[in-house]
C-alpha cells in the first residue's frame, strides 16, 4: 500500500517536475522571441510611412520588414501579392495582426504605387494612391462583367515605349551587324541593358508586323 | 545587407544569360537601372493559340530572399486566363513557394526553387497560356467561358492580343 502510494507520489512528482520545466522555458522563450521581434521591427514610424509624391517606400522601411512574415503572410493569403504585403507590413509597423485583419475584411491588400518610371510609362491618372476601397482597376472591371483583366494605362506597347517613329522605317531583323558584333563582347550593365531594350523593342516592331499581315489574310 | 548583395548577383547573372542567350518569344529586364528588384517582361503569345501574335507585358518583383521565394508575376496588359487573377496576378505552380500548397495537387518539382529561373518561369507561363489548367481557377469568368463558350473566349483572346501591339 504504502509501495504503491509512493510509486504514486513520485510518478506525479516527476510529471509536475518535467511540467515546471517546460511551463516556464515555454514563456522564457516567448517573451525572448518577442522582444526580438519587437526589435527587429521597431523603427521610426516617420521612415515607414510613404510620401505620396515619391511613391516608394524608403530602404530603412524596407530592411525593418522580417521576410518570415511576409511569407507567413502569404502562405495564408495566397492571393495577396508580395509587394502588397510588404507595403502594408511597411505602413502598420510590422503588425501581422492588423494585416490579417485588413485581409480579411476587404479580402485583398492595395497595391503599392508603381515606382515613378512605371508611373511615367502609364497614363495619368487623377488618383494614383486610392486606398479607400482597396480595389484594384481589374476588379472593378471584373465587376462590370467582362472578365478580361483591364489594367489600364498604355497597354498598347507601341505606345508606352514610343515606337511610332520606328513603325515606318522597314528594315527589321538583324540591324547594324557591325555595332551588334561589337556590343556583344560587352557585359557591364549598362550595355546589357542597351542591347535588352534594342531587343525588346525589335520584339514588339516584329511582332506588329506579323499581326498586320495575319490581319490582312485571315 | 549579404542576402542582398547576393539577390542583386543573381539577378545581374540571369539578365545576363537571357540578353547573351537569346530565348525566342522571352524578354525580361529591369524597368530602371536603378531598381533591379522589378523587371518588365514580354511574352511572345504562343503560335496555333488564340494568343499569337501579342506580345504580353508583364512585371516580375523579386523579393529581398529571390531566390529562394518566388518572384510575383504580373500582367500589365489586358488579358483573359483562366489562370491570371483579374488584377493581373499569375497563379501558376512554378511560382508557389515548395512548402506552400493550399490545394495539394502540385508536385514538388513543378513549384519553386532555387533552380527555377526568370526564363523557366516565363517559358512556364507561355505553355500556360497556351493550355489553361481548368484545376486553379484564378478568374471564374474567364474559366467558365473557357469551358462553356470556348469561342467566345478565344475571340476576346485574339481582341487583347491585337491590343498588345496597338492593332
Known sequence: MSLASDDLAGSSSSSSLSSSINLPQFILCALVAALVYRYVISSPPSSIVTSPSHG????????????????????????????????????????????????????SLPEPPLSPTRRAAQAPSPNPRSNSGGTTEGLVASASGSPVSKLGGHTDLISRYNLHSKLTSIQLGPSQPADTVFANKKNDKASLMLRGRERRDAMILQARRKMETMLRHP | MAAKARTLRRLLGEYRELINNETE???????????????????????????????????????????????????????????????????????????????????????????????????????????????????????????????????????????????
Open chain 2, 25 to 167: 518569344g522571352i524578354y525580361a529586364g529591369p524597368i530602371s537601372e536603378d531598381d533591379w528588384m522589378v523587371w518588365e517582361c514580354l511574352i511572345a503569345g504562343p503560335p496555333d493559340t488564340p494568343f499569337e501574335g501579342g506580345i504580353f507585358s508583364a512585371t516580375l518583383t523579386f523579393s529581398d530572399d529571390y531566390p529562394l521565394s518566388p518572384p510575383v508575376l504580373k500582367f500589365t496588359c489586358d488579358i483573359i486566363h483562366p489562370n491570371i487573377y483579374p488584377d493581373g496576378t499569375v497563379c501558376i505552380s512554378i511560382l508557389h513557394p515548395p512548402g506552400d500548397d493550399p490545394n495539394m495537387y502540385e508536385h514538388a518539382s513543378e513549384r519553386w526553387s532555387p533552380i527555377q529561373s526568370v526564363e523557366k518561369v516565363l517559358l512556364s507561363v507561355m505553355s500556360m497560356l497556351a493550355e489553361p489548367n481548368d484545376e486553379s481557377g484564378a478568374n471564374i469568368d474567364a474559366s467558365k467561358m473557357f469551358r462553356d463558350d470556348r469561342q467566345r473566349y478565344e475571340k476576346l483572346v485574339m481582341e487583347c492580343a491585337r491590343k498588345t501591339v496597338g492593332l
Open chain 1, 56 to 107: 516608394r517606400p524608403t530602404r530603412p522601411a524596407n530592411a525593418a520588414v522580417s521576410a518570415d512574415a511576409i511569407r507567413a503572410l502569404q502562405s495564408m493569403f495566397p492571393q495577396a501579392s508580395i509587394a502588397a504585403i510588404r507595403w502594408e507590413l511597411e505602413r502598420n509597423g510590422g503588425s501581422l495582426e492588423i494585416a490579417t485583419e485588413k485581409i480579411l475584411a476587404e479580402g
